[in-house]
């Protein structure tokens, strides 16, 4: 509690104060207390263009990793095969390396001389390279990329806990393989669905450096855009509102959804 407390608690309660103080050129940050910070996001359309684009990728990268990380973890939680080691050693071995040295492995495939743009060239199915970096579609794929390890590895912890002879009962009494999934397994395992999306969106909502390198200067998120307010423009005070603008809508989305799950969880 202490260690929590002196890191991170006490840090956001100093930059809380920031975000109501005032920015000038001259001294950087003036004492005072001051809404003007968090009127300025709400009346200047690019930082709200932002935080819409930070949203849907957010939201995006969640149910994307969602569907495909279900089968995945499904497969883990039931297999007995002797290549179930080496498929959980394949999902876990994303989250073994750097941001930045993912990023740079996804900028030498995307790239306009990268793997991908060759092998398409080479078959013949492009005449030029496609643009494939620095646009969204690259920024969906490095946080895919990055997050869908999350969601997996959460998913399987929580179906390996179901009592899969629920599933033969249920065969048993007649009802085919689709529907014991959708009225046994799926909600027994919407926990793991909950938190799950719940990791993988904050996660998303918060991303620095994958934006930062995939998505190139045309395209902003969240994290890089209050990096600039603090880093390069010395704005602290509107550097810090931005960054409770963001923890109260990620707060404020994850409460919302984790409710609305745990409705549908006690009402099955």
């Known amino acids: 509690m202490i260690v929590v407390i002196g890191l991170l608690v006490v840090p956001l ?6 975000s109501f103080n005032q920015y000038s050129p001259k001294q ?4 005072a207390f001051t809404l003007e910070n968090y009127v300025r996001f709400f009346i200047e359309p690019y930082y709200q263009e932002v935080m819409l684009t930070t949203f849907g990728l957010a939201l995006l990268c969640t149910v ?25 050693i394949a999902v876990l071995f994303p989250l073994l390396v750097g941001n930045v040295v993912r ?12 793997f991908l743009n060759v092998a398409l060239a080479k078959v013949g199915l492009i005449q030029a390279p496609l643009e494939l970096m620095y646009t969204p ?21 929580v179906l390996e806990g179901i009592d899969f002879t629920l599933v033969d009962a249920a065969n048993n009494l007649g009802a085919k393989p689709r529907e014991a999934f959708r009225h046994v397994v799926l909600p027994l395992s919407i926990p793991g669905i909950t938190a799950g999306a719940i990791l993988v969106f904050t996660v998303a909502m918060n991303s620095y450096a994958t934006p930062l390198l995939l998505g190139g200067p045309s395209f902003q998120m969240m994290a890089p855009t209050l990096y600039a307010q603090i880093a390069v423009a010395s704005n602290w005070p509107f550097g810090a509102a ?8 990620t707060f404020t989305v994850t409460l919302l959804s984790t409710s609305i799950l745990a409705r549908q969880y006690k009402a099955k």
């Open 28 to 31: 950087l940050m003036v004492e």
């Open 13 to 18: 309660i100093t930059l809380l104060r920031y």
């Open 137 to 157: 579609y690259a920024v969906f794929v490095g946080l895919l990329g990055v997050l869908l390890p999350f969601m997996i590895l959460t998913l399987q912890g």
């Open 242 to 249: 931005l960054a409770f603008i963001l923890i109260i809508v």
């Open 64 to 88: 994307t990793s969602l569907l495909l990380g279900f089968p995945v973890a499904y497969f883990l939680a039931r297999t007995r095969s002797r290549f179930k080691s080496l498929v959980f």
């Open 103 to 114: 990023a740079a492995g996804w900028m030498s495939f995307l790239g306009r001389e990268g």
